[in-house]
């Protein structure tokens, strides 16, 4: 029994040191004071970091990945909280392929998707590239919006609706004085985690970007292309600090437990 304990322990050490080592790298790395990312570093600064404000393209993607994201978890949200509630309220027909179309962008590959979107959105139907950028965004983040606010309103006990409606409230105003406030927590983890895969998505974004529209990871290779200097190992850093703040946000409000349940 020691023995298998001992070599499911290191098993779990091996794992933990493939997954967290390249980032540990990374952030060591971003402290080198050279010109060329090495490591382990050969001193310590904080120059590079300094850098990522100093070059332009970085704050105009970062600014442009965020309105991005908000834009495009208003238009999810609007989509998503009516459908997680009709798939969690109502049985009817179809609900299980209406499941499946919501989902479904989670479950095609990030390429497939991101070469169709620029097929139709931006050569057939020649949108804009903001706006097909918008479009292409809103579609990958209504899967975690829906996902996470039916896993909300799988603990909502929906007696209490039918209380307020047998009381003479109308269904619309229930549904935004009673069902909404109830679910809060699970909107606003909702939010986070769509904000994150937005932000941080790359295999979409890099066929709705194109000259003078671009997200921060889509400049983020191209300054690989041409440049091999710590700045994007600092950028990495802070990018990893940002989502583990979304995920400690997230937990709080939901805890993990809220994923694992459908």
Do not use: C
């Not at 918008?134 to 996902?147: A, K, Y």
């Not at 409230?169 to 699970?186: A, C, D, H, Q, Y």
């Amino acid at each position: 029994m020691q023995e298998k304990n001992w070599g499911l322990g290191l098993f779990t050490l091996l794992v933990y040191v493939f997954l967290l080592g390249p980032l540990v790298i990374i952030a060591v790395a971003s402290f080198e004071p050279g010109s060329i990312m090495k490591f382990p570093p050969q001193g310590f600064s904080l120059k590079w970091y300094r850098n990522i404000w100093e070059v332009e393209m970085f704050m105009k993607t970062f600014k442009t990945s965020v309105i991005v994201s908000l834009a495009g978890n208003v238009l999810a949200l609007l989509l998503g909280i009516p459908a997680a509630y009709a798939l969690s309220r109502f049985q009817f027909k179809g609900k299980g392929a209406l499941n499946a179309i919501f989902i479904s962008p989670v479950l095609i590959p990030g390429i497939v998707l991101g070469f169709t979107m620029l097929k139709y959105l931006i050569v057939t139907y020649q949108l804009p590239m903001y706006a097909a950028l918008l479009v292409g965004h809103t579609v990958i983040m209504l899967p975690f919006i829906i996902r996470v606010i039916a896993s909300s309103l799988a603990n909502f006990d929906f007696a209490v609706e039918e209380a307020s409606l047998s009381l003479g409230e109308g269904r619309l105003k229930t549904f935004f004085k009673v069902v909404l406030p109830n679910i809060r927590s699970g909107i606003i983890a909702a939010v986070l985690i769509a904000f994150l895969e937005s932000f941080n998505n790359v295999d979409i974004s890099v066929f709705m970007t194109g000259p003078g529209v671009s997200t921060l990871p889509i400049q983020m290779l191209t300054y690989v292309e041409n440049h091999f200097d710590p700045t994007i190992a600092a950028i990495s850093v802070l990018l990893m600090i940002f989502t583990a703040v979304f995920m400690f946000v997230i937990e709080r409000l939901m805890g993990l437990s809220y994923f694992t349940k459908r």
